[in-house]
Nanobody, 116 residues
Framework: QVQVAETGGGLVQPGGSLRLSCVAS????????MAWFREAPGKEREFVAA???????YYAESVKGRFTISRDNSKNTVYLQMNGLKPEDTAVYFC??????????WGQGTQVTVSS
């Protein structure tokens, strides 16, 4: 069982920045595709960003140019650098580790609130 845990959320003013971290257990971290999702109150969980083990990056149109996903395999960690935050970015952010199309491992989520 792969354990996934997100940290780094908090309260930030519009235009501010946060960096989220996601740590996953195991020695096979580098084989997993990693992704970030978010879930606002009363809304469906939506895709934010993904980083495949080959290095390909994908972003939702709403965050493109503001968010950056990266990983450090030596630390079993994936990051989400969030700049130019907007109130509509307010949500619980979840980290997901995927192996092929058969295994998904989710973290517990970390709250990001953007408000003045």
């Amino acid at each position: 069982q792969v354990q996934v845990a997100e940290t780094g959320g908090g309260l930030v003013q519009p235009g501010g920045s946060l960096r989220l971290s996601c740590v996953a257990s195991g020695r096979t971290f580098g084989r997993y595709g990693m992704a970030w999702f978010r879930e606002a109150p009363g809304k469906e969980r939506e895709f934010v960003a993904a980083l495949r083990r080959e290095g390909f990056q994908y972003y939702a149109e709403s965050v493109k140019g503001r968010f950056t996903i990266s990983r450090d395999n030596s630390k079993n960690t994936v990051y989400l650098q969030m700049n130019g935050l907007k109130p509509e970015d307010t949500a619980v952010y979840f980290c997901r580790a995927s192996l092929g199309g058969t295994e998904d491992y989710w973290g517990q989520g970390t709250q990001v609130t953007v408000s003045s």
